[in-house]
């Protein structure tokens, strides 16, 4: 779970790395406020869960607090590839002396943990890892032991960060790593990672990714969520416990396992259409499952047919067409429905659904059948 | 032979007294698996239909010499059973089937086995394992298998079973089945049961299904061309999945330009695996090798 | 560095094991009003640092807090083993309804952590440990990763603690287990730790030692020793940083190195004397150093000759003779000194001590030689 | 040969701008060691008398190719400074002479080298190794030492020196001399010296000085009966120490009977081992075995 900037700079805060002190503002009015309690310059920065904020020119430098209200409503509602912006973070400006990027996340080939840092932060970060791979130095963490303090040492000086600040930056380093593991993120990033002008170092830009299967171990951490802009069929999805994400196309895809809804997607594109959305209900999907799946593409006005393809293995074949058929029943369902059952109790699935006799619902033998079928009841791409 | 199981295999379930657990284990059973063991903290001395649970694994393994662990346990605790499992003599193959275990448990639970230790861990979050007509330990429909000479590993459960309905439909038997579940830190990788199916004499060939993201597919893709002899046939899910709404740079720098589908269809193909298009060609494909 | 009963306590109420409430007290005064705080019923225990308290009528049982008066005033003053009882812990009497054995050390031998559990508690456990080896079970912990909730657990079931508070007994046991390494302890003994009458695990007594070394981790520990009654030349000898131990003989010995040291009692021994100490002055000893120790020898009266053995290494024998040299001059020596000088420098100290031309300064030239010419300057036994 | 260092050894110094661990450092170098690095934190691009100072250990040991690590870093951090040289390639040796490390921190490092490294650590708290006209390493007294062929080992410091004054006064040679330090985890235990001696060509006879406490000498026994051919000169030192003011029960259970200069003397001498009751005598014991 992506956080807002000012969301990760409040765990910054929390492990103890220094980071400028700000205020969130939802209007122009706020921002003013917020600035003048801050005093001097400030920087009025938007909130978006997306990089680029700063080209796009989401982040501007204001005098004081009248230009900072003037910036703030020029930023806020601004669209930033595809993310409106509904609230800005307004934080004293600071005088930098060295800009560095350090990240801490999971690298899965070598299984372990790995921070990067450089001495070319506050850029184009994947421009100087392309064009130059020495200036961003990796280094290999063991999740047993975690990161020691002679490798904060070894990676600040490897990556040439300001001799005089190395301690410093090393204990930044091995906090920021400190929340990496025990907040339980996929991902910290700082960039950059600044020393000001006074010789300490501070994060002034941060993104972190949760674990959201850690949230057990966090009960504030699902909160975050409250500040975010979600879609709201995503969000309807995921109270359910479904794993939806929204696509352009207008065939609506449900089925069992990320992978196989992967390869319907695929397929589906293929005989020349295209999905309206990823939809996996997971393994073990009860009645209930299937229409709350079909109830959250009701909600999609792009949908023009749906698409269910379900192998049966924890999931029970038999349970599915049970779903279908309730929805059919109390839902008004505005689209045709191709089903797909195999593996666990297909045969019964298949002859509930017989059964239910709905010129709705179209069975199709194999994957490849159902999507054709889809496609063109969509009406082609 | 066939990998990982076979009917040598004395099965001990971690979970046995859940429903899930329980239920799973006895379609095990019930399939020829040599089920010998629940182990459940608190449970100890009692039994379910037969099989008797135990507090403690090394209890249970002292017991009954069981070899294997299915781990049925809900997340929170999952990390520390499958750590319980591996530092028991006797055991050298867990399937951890839980789904949910927190990354930063499963990077520590993976290092600690591997520094510690020679068994082997499958998953966790998969499907488990089946070597059909000897022995079958996880979730998967074992219906749809058939005793045979083909070997089939995957990273996704569902099109797992997908591959082997393609093949069983076409009369193509399989020697095992293995899903190393789709989590970053699986505890087998493509390239462990590669190396296990090139040594098994009952396999004749091989059908690795993959999908996006990560880079196992590119290093089997390594491995295939060094040490494979046997036939692979490819399938690669996710070609037009959304690109990866991911935060930040740092995956980015890390994976460079490996992990989409189409990287590794390529990195496949070079090595001169079959790679095909529809999850139903797998069948024609495997049959257009043997 | 080991700690009374009560300070044990202290530190395992830190990390959540609940202990009886209780106050110290050094007069029998004292005790009646903790008692008449704690109310009801309460035990009074000596606090010394050494065990068999019990069996010595160290711990007794009051019904009120005049009784308390009564039993503290029998048992402030008395000698357990060679320590004197300055004070008494007065704690709430608790309702027992099983008494369990737990501790942690170091296997020097596996050079793993420890852990060793039984249900015979509260009894003399070497003796059960001898006559019934499996009724202490031991289980080998890995302090790279420390200990995990599985292995508590199995150490409850194998121990057959009683199942129905298997979990909360293994929660103490995984939080008595942070103590041991989070507090950098030697060892951490509970006997009893007890299940209660209402179902819940305490810890009844506390035997902990401190790991000195790491006390630079823990700045509030070495106010533990404020309560200690120290031998008043061990405590000279540890301010000045010297390894000192008070034994029964005549001939002090002053050497570099445990081993050395050790092997230089043994020595004295063989040739028919006993050391009246054990002080290591150990490696890269300064002059000030020696006359230090000498300085410490100058206080016990029963010593009546003093042997200097040093092989030098990163010690220097020209600066322990100059050492000497300085504490003749300094010092009102009353015994003669035998001196033994080998190693790094050997020939310039030795020349130092025959330029000084005392005739309390007796030059061996090997350990042995050495060792009789101090026992028969002391006079034999 | 000699063990543990020779002339092909490259030395590198943790801790070489300090006082303490230049002192040293030069003192090996007079001796013919090869010191070619320093690392300091810090102090990176300095020099110390022309041996150049790096900030990390793997940039000391890339630039020159040091293969043995002297660490002399205060108590603290010295944990931390072993674990960076066990980390590096190309290190075979840690020597650490720091005393004073925290007994968790000791046992944790220990563990962790042990599990995922194959360098060998002498100490800490030890006075280092000396292979007499090859090269030599820590603190010890390189005057009282002759070429030869008889292999030191000890606990103890200074009973080391004096036992290699015993074989140099009657002109026995030593092969290496070796104090594997007196903490309660010692990097390198007497049976990881006596099987390095066991196979090193060079080295005739062995010279063993223990002391009270722990079994490491019992252990020793039990390895010289099963595996070492040569001839075996023991002293133990502590027959009249006092009994360890020990507090509780848990030490008397684990170590049982063991531990004690008698029990220690008993065992070795139950598996052939010379034990002598004066360090004196260890020189005519060896030249009457040799």
């Known amino acids: 779970m992506d956080l807002f900037e000012y969301q990760g700079k409040s765990l910054f805060a929390r492990v103890g790395v220094p980071v400028p002190e700000g205020r969130i503002a939802t209007t122009p009015a706020e921002a003013r406020s917020a600035a003048q309690d801050l005093g001097g310059s400030v920087v009025v920065k938007a909130q978006v869960q997306v990089g680029g904020r700063g080209k796009a020119g989401g982040i501007k430098m204001a005098a004081d607090h009248h230009e900072a209200e003037a910036l703030a409503a020029e930023i806020l509602g601004m669209d930033i590839k595809g993310h409106t912006v509904n609230s800005v973070w307004v934080e004293q400006a600071t005088e930098i002396a060295a800009e560095w990027y350090l990240s801490f996340t999971l690298d899965r080939g070598a299984k372990r943990h790995m921070a990067m840092c450089s001495a070319r932060g506050g850029m184009d970060i994947e421009g100087v890892a392309a064009e130059d791979p020495d200036a961003v130095v990796r280094l290999h963490i063991d999740p047993v032991v975690g990161m020691a303090n002679w490798q904060a040492m070894e990676l600040v000086y490897r990556a040439k960060l300001d001799r005089g600040a190395a301690r410093k930056a090393a204990a930044a380093v091995r906090a920021l790593y400190g929340a990496f593991v025990e907040l339980d993120c996929d991902l910290v990033e700082v960039n950059p990672l600044i020393l000001t002008a006074d010789g300490d170092v501070m994060a002034l830009d941060s993104k972190v990714s949760l674990d959201t299967s850690a949230f057990f171990r966090h009960p504030d951490f699902p909160a975050f969520r409250e500040a975010f802009d979600e879609d709201p069929l995503e969000q309807m999805a995921r109270e359910r416990g479904l794993n939806f994400i929204k696509l352009e196309g207008s065939v609506g895809i449900i089925g069992n396992g990320a992978g196989l809804v992967m390869s319907t997607l695929d397929v589906v594109s293929l005989v020349g259409g295209a999905a309206s959305n990823f939809l996996d209900v997971g393994g073990g999907a009860g009645a209930d499952t299937i229409t709350n799946a079909l109830e959250v593409l009701t909600k999609d006005p792009t949908v023009r047919s749906v698409l269910i393809n379900i192998f049966g293995g924890i999931t029970r074949c038999d349970l599915v067409a049970q779903g279908i058929v309730e929805a059919l029943a109390g839902l008004d369902l505005p689209w045709p429905l191709v089903v797909r059952l195999d593996g666990t109790n297909a045969v019964e699935g298949r002859a509930i659904l017989a059964d239910a006799a709905s010129d709705k619902v179209i069975p199709a033998a194999t994957m490849l059948e159902a999507a054709e079928k889809a496609v063109e009841l969509a009406g082609g791409n | ?290």
């Open chain 2, 1 to 290: 032979m066939a990998i990982f199981i076979d009917t040598s295999t004395r099965l001990l379930v971690q979970g046995l007294t859940g429903r899930e657990g329980g239920f799973h284990a006895f379609r095990n059973r019930d399939y020829g698996t040599n089920l010998v063991a629940g182990v459940t903290p608190g449970k100890g001395g009692t039994d379910v239909s037969g099989v008797p649970v135990f507090d403690t694994v090394s209890e249970a393994v002292a017991a009954t010499g069981a070899n294997t662990v299915m781990t049925f346990v809900p997340p929170p605790f999952a990390a520390d059973a499958v750590l319980e499992a591996a530092a028991s003599d006797g055991i050298d193959l867990i399937v951890c089937i839980t789904e949910g275990i927190p990354a930063q448990d499963e990077a520590r639970m993976f290092n600690y086995i591997k520094q510690t230790s020679d068994v082997a861990l499958l998953g966790p979050n998969c499907p488990g394992v089946i070597s059909p007509g000897k022995a079958s330990v996880g979730i998967m429909p074992h219906e749809i298998t058939l005793e045979g000479r083909v070997g089939v590993v995957s990273r996704s459960g569902t099109l797992t079973y997908q591959a082997v309905h393609e093949l069983t439909t076409r009369d193509i038997g399989q020697s095992t089945c293995v899903g190393i579940g789709g989590d970053p830190v699986p505890g087998t990788s493509f390239v462990d049961c590669l190396e296990r199916f090139q040594a098994d004499d009952e396999t004749e060939a091989i059908v690795l299904i993959g999908e996006i993201g990560g880079d196992a597919e590119e290093q089997a893709a390594v491995f295939i061309s060094e040490t494979v002899t046997k036939p692979v046939v490819a399938y690669i899910a996710g070609f037009t999945a959304p690109p990866g709404k991911k935060m930040g740079h740092a995956g980015a720098i890390i994976s460079g330009s490996s992990g989409t589908a189409i990287a590794k269809q390529e990195a496949l193909e070079a090595v001169g695996v079959t790679v095909v298009t529809y999850p139903t060609q797998i069948g024609e494909a495997v049959a257009a090798l043997l």
